[in-house]
């Protein structure tokens, strides 16, 4: 589905859910919400705050799971993303701070396998994703799953791809400030989840954007892999679209 503007794009998914939470409030039933940092999914965030504000979009019965988290990063780091959600979404609904759950930066090397395989515990014990929305990188990553991530991966600790750490240097102030390695949801978890919103924006997505859809499945452009969900969407903005 394409907008012709980035509004169009973040409105479009925060309706659909919104419209979820609405009918699982309804029905006294949680809603179970698997989301996305970076640029793109920033309009999705500010309407559903509006929606919450403006309409009482309740958000007490929302449990949520992010995609993915630099490691090593303390939760309070400029950088972190556990930061940016609090600022851009956790800060003005409101999510019960025990539905919330973010992978954690700051443990140690040798206890990351074991948060990892809790993490994937949590998700089916909350009764899997409902709606996982995504964002994608120049390298065909969702989450951090950069090229080379199998299928079947579940959450993780990864090594970032160059071309992943050099479009983060302007956060970080430089690229030998990015880390080098972040914990993400796997290909797998992701597949796992019952609806998928893909989103992109700008021209500088239009190529990975064309190999995710119209190329071969391939881990190579690990977005490809999404061909075979059964309910995918991809909603995108004209420019990022402009080579399909
Ligand atoms: C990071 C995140 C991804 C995100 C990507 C694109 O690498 N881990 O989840 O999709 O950036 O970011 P942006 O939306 O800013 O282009």
Partial sequence: IMFRTSDGVGRHVAHEV???????????????????????????????????????????????FNLDEYWPMKPDSLHSYNRWMRENF??????PEANIHIPRGDIGRIEVEEFCRQYEQAIVDAGGIDIQMLGIGRTGHIGFNEPGSSKSSRTRIINLDPVTRRDAA???????????????????????????????????????????????????????????????????????????
């Fill in 170 to 244: 302007s956060d970080f102030f430089g690229e030998e400030n990015v880390p080098q390695r972040a914990i993400t949801m796997g290909v797998g978890t992701i597949l796992s989840a019952r609806k998928v919103f893909v989103m992109a924006l700008g021209e500088h997505k239009a190529k990975v954007i064309y190999k995710s859809l119209e190329g071969p499945e391939t881990p190579e452009i690990v977005a490809s892999f999404l061909q075979s969900h059964e309910n995918v969407e991809f909603v995108l903005d004209a420019a990022s679209a402009a080579q399909l």
């Fill in 18 to 64: 919104a419209a979820l939470i609405r009918e699982r409030n309804a029905a006294g039933k949680a809603t179970v919400l698997g989301l996305p940092t970076g640029s793109t999914p920033v309009g999705v965030y500010r309407e559903l705050i509006r929606l919450h504000r403006e309409e009482g979009l309740d958000f007490s019965n929302v449990v949520t």
């Fill in 90 to 95: 956790f800060n003005h609904v409101n999510v």
